[in-house]
């Protein structure tokens, strides 16, 4: 899967989860989810067990922890699916 295609799918998962929709319309790989798209920590959760099952593949809370930006998400999604 084209990290293109990642990007895609990720901001369509975090989307209903944003509290500041305008900043959707400019996101990078350097977009914070919690910063700068206004997802509250416990929205965050939601959002990785999402990816989960979307991508079909397990997070671990260690790495979940890691992913703060649009980029940490797509690297763990890509590299999770080879």
Do not use: H
Request: hydrophobic residues 45%; charged residues 35%; without cysteine.
């Amino acid at each position: 899967m084209e990290r293109a295609a990642i990007q895609s799918e990720i901001i369509r998962i975090a989307t209903p989860f944003v509290k500041d929709p305008a900043a959707l319309e400019s996101v990078t790989e350097s977009t914070r989810l919690i910063d700068d798209l206004k997802v509250n920590s416990a929205r965050l959760v939601d959002i990785v067990l999402s990816f989960e099952d979307t991508f079909d593949i397990e997070i671990e809370d260690d790495e979940a922890d890691k992913i703060q930006t649009i980029g940490n998400a797509i690297d763990m999604v890509a590299d999770k699916i080879g």
